[in-house]
């Protein structure tokens, strides 16, 4: 029978990436907020994950979500947040951020994640972000729509790209 612990950590974890998931993020968001720290949300997504997954099949999209997972930790402060928050989309809160800098830190793992896909042997991808902060809106719902509408809008104007403003 499993450890109240190691079932915690089960519901809590994205097992492919060991990244938190939805659920943590969640709880992790509503201290934050409780105690007023200012920070900078975004959510990233793998461009055309769908037609990878389809064209080198399921171990490459898992190899990628791995790597696009290890790259985000490593552009990131230690003790910043990255978590899986579905799919191939990921969540990053930067603690006492601004919405720039939350830019700059993504478009580096950008570029991050171009030089680590040359020579790795995983199919090339990119991916696409949206950054809110919270001099913008102090409700988690209203930032991560922010966020998500930015995401959008940078999927829409081309992919591959990070914006802190709807186009």
Known sequence: MPSPRRS????????????????SSDDHVRHLLHDRVPFAVALCDLDWFKTLNDTYGHDAGDEALQLFADIVRAAVRADDFVARFGGE???????RATKAHGSDVLDRARLELAVA???????AFTF??????????REWRTLLALADERLLSAKRS??????????
């Open 117 to 123: 896909l040359t020579g790795h042997s995983s199919p």
């Open 89 to 95: 989309e990921f969540l990053v809160i930067l603690y």
């Open 8 to 23: 915690r950590w089960r519901a809590t974890t994205d097992s492919l990436t060991g990244l938190p998931n939805r659920r």
């Open 128 to 137: 696409s972000a949206g950054v809110a902060d919270t001099s913008e809106a």
């Open 158 to 167: 081309g992919r591959n790209r990070v914006l802190t403003v709807s186009l």
